[in-house]
């Protein structure tokens, strides 16, 4: 299976919006509403921010939100906060019945 | 609240087997959910090695399978990880996690392993 794409780095200044994409297939993102997105901070455990597409665990920002089309799927930041810069990950279900994940995108706030 | 940590060996030999355990604490793993691991290579990106059900069903990575084994032992509560015939490319921080529906809600604090040669 092939990690999904994601861009390598994006930045934006506080108070800004940012927009990370994650492109698949029709065998993961496109083919199922089980995408996920992950923040990561140095030396820290991933932190689940976004499941099922478009839902926020309890405890998650409302600044973080969701969404899909087609085979790309992606995450928003609004309101853009210094302790947002952090690598963020999109993992998608698939057709196999695995899980895959991005390449993983830096963000950073200017 | 639920907590996950992983424990084993910091190195490993290559061509050797590496085994990982995932202590769970304020849950029972045979209560349900799915349970799995994940690993980042320095400087890298994330990767799902498998995942496993209370009741014993698992699923891997295609790309590890042949060499991947995720156990749970009830009488412990904790999930065991076996990699066996390591390279380098199996040095990473491994991280035991429970997932929700197809995504991983609780994750422990992860542990380094390194494969030498």
């Known amino acids: 299976q092939s990690a999904l794409t994601q861009p390598a780095s994006v930045s934006g200044s506080p108070g800004q919006s940012i927009t990370i994409s994650c492109t698949g297939t029709s065998s993961d993102v496109g083919g199922y509403n089980y995408v996920s997105w992950y923040q990561q901070h140095p030396g820290n455990a991933p932190k689940l921010m976004i499941y099922d597409v478009t839902n926020r665990p309890s405890g998650v920002s409302n600044r973080f939100s969701g969404s899909k089309s087609v085979n790309t799927a992606s995450l928003t930041i609004s309101g853009l906060q210094a302790e947002d810069e952090a690598d963020y990950y999109c993992s998608s279900y698939t057709s196999s019945g695995t899980l895959v994940f991005g390449g993983g995108t830096k963000l950073t706030v200017l | 609240q639920v907590q996950l940590q992983e424990s084993g060996p910091g190195l490993v030999q290559s061509s050797e087997t590496l085994s990982l355990s995932c202590t769970v604490s304020g849950y029972s793993i045979s209560s349900g959910y799915y349970w799995g691991w994940i690993r980042q290579p320095p400087g890298k990106g994330l990767e799902w090695i498998g995942s496993?059900?209370?009741?014993?069903?698992?699923d891997y990575n295609p790309s590890l399978k042949s060499r991947v084994t995720i156990s749970v032992d009830t009488s412990k509560n904790q999930l065991s990880l076996r990699l066996s015939s390591v390279t380098a490319a199996d040095t990473a921080v491994y991280y035991c996690?429970?997932?929700?529906?197809?995504?991983?809600?609780?994750w422990g604090q992860g542990t380094m392993v390194t494969v030498s040669s």
């Open positions: 996690a429970r997932r929700l529906g197809q995504a991983f809600h609780i």
């Open positions: 496993m059900h209370h009741a014993g069903s698992t």
